[in-house]
């Protein structure tokens, strides 16, 4: 299996755009989750779905962003508007039982 | 208080051992895990503990696991530069991996 797929890896961006992120996770697993990272806040979950349906999404940081799972091996996290605060690495994870397997993850810079 | 505490920074000399802490708030959790991210690329399980378990051995790396003081360490003998990383203690609660904010390993020669 190639693992969790991110795209894409780098994104640089002028505020007030309109950013998309991807993942595709690992075939056969039911959970997937979106994580974001920073040296000050270090991970922080954003939101996470288990069989495509959304569970939590408590660690969305405002209305702007929003994530989709429209099928089992694929889903989105948005960006709308986009802001320099939201500079960060975003990344992918997928579970099928009891361990997270993370994707390379996508910089996202926004100037 | 954080539900993960472990300290930001360790500097080990090569060849040494390195000693990684943590406490953690959940006495329920059923899995406890060190999970290790390199420059550049995702965290990476390496490796867990069931909670009935209070040591695990694999290779290089020991896991030690005190319930009744939920604290976890990663022992990782004979260091090497290619152990240089960031390693997140982390435990499951409600189909969720709560993570500490990692401990950056600095590899003296």
């Known amino acids: 299996d190639a693992g969790v797929i991110q795209s894409p890896r780098h994104e640089v961006t002028e505020m007030g755009q309109e950013v998309t992120l991807r993942c595709k996770p690992i075939?056969?697993?039911?959970?997937l989750f979106w994580y974001r990272q920073t040296m000050m806040r270090g991970l922080e979950l954003l939101i996470y779905?288990?069989?495509?349906?959304?569970?939590?999404d408590s660690g969305m940081p405002e209305d702007r962003f929003s994530a989709k799972m429209p099928n089992a091996s694929f889903s989105t996290l948005k960006i709308q508007p986009s802001e320099p605060r939201d500079s960060a690495v975003y990344f992918c994870?997928?579970?099928?039982?009891?361990?997270?397997?993370f994707g390379p993850g996508t910089r996202l810079t926004v100037t | 208080g954080e539900d993960v505490e472990q300290s930001l920074f360790l500097s080990v000399r090569e060849g040494d051992s390195s000693v990684i802490n943590c406490t953690y708030t959940?006495?329920?959790?059923?899995?406890l895990y060190w999970y290790k991210q390199e420059p550049g690329a995702g965290l990476q399980l390496l490796t867990y503990?069931?909670?009935?378990?209070d040591m695990k051995q694999d290779q290089r790396l020991t896991v030690l696991l005190n319930k009744k003081d939920k604290h976890l360490s990663l022992r990782i003998a004979d260091t090497q530069t290619g152990d240089s990383a960031i390693y997140f203690c982390?435990?499951?609660?409600?189909?969720?991996?709560?993570f500490g904010k990692g401990t950056r390993l600095h590899i003296l020669p």
């Open positions: 982390a435990f499951e609660r409600d189909d969720k991996i709560i």
């Open positions: 779905f288990n069989n495509n349906v959304p569970i939590d």
């Open positions: 994870a997928s579970s099928g039982r009891y361990e997270q397997y």
């Open positions: 959940d006495s329920s959790s059923t899995y």
């Open positions: 503990i069931f909670s009935n378990m």
């Open positions: 075939s056969g697993h039911n959970s």
